[in-house]
């Protein structure tokens, strides 16, 4: 499967974004599709992950409450709305798909997932 990371910007504190991940070559419904970010100097980070079964989805703490990650079958695509945007949030935001398990220890790994998109850059000026 091949992804691609889009729908990233230059915000201000407080408004909202969505980034979209579509999909080509196989259907999502195989994969859990998680959503990382990487900040400069830091390393890659979970944000959320989407499962394949569509039943159940996962957060970062730093992000519950205001990111929403969630997927259109028919538009293969995955999509994280993120809400209440801080600076911190800053970072360059990747999409990845895996096909193993949920359990939490894995889709928290970024070497548990075995496609990536490019990056898409957010930013939040404060």
């Known amino acids: 499967v091949q992804l691609q990371a889009f729908g990233g910007g230059l915000v201000q504190t407080g408004d909202s974004l969505r980034l979209s991940c579509a999909a080509s070559g196989r259907t999502l419904s195989l994969y859990n599709v998680g959503w990382f970010r990487q900040a400069p100097g830091k390393e890659r980070e979970f944000v959320a992950t989407f499962s394949r079964n569509g039943g159940n989805t996962f957060y970062a703490d730093s992000v519950k409450g205001r990111f929403t990650i969630s997927r259109d079958i028919t538009k293969n695509t995955v999509y994280l709305v993120m809400n209440s945007l801080k600076p911190e949030d800053t970072a360059v935001y990747y999409c990845?798909?895996?096909?193993?398990?949920?359990?939490?220890?894995?889709?928290?790994?970024?070497?548990?997932?075995?496609?990536w998109g490019q990056g898409t850059q957010v930013t939040v000026s404060s």
């Open positions: 990845a798909a895996r096909s193993g398990s949920t359990i939490l220890s894995e889709i928290r790994n970024t070497l548990r997932y075995d496609y």
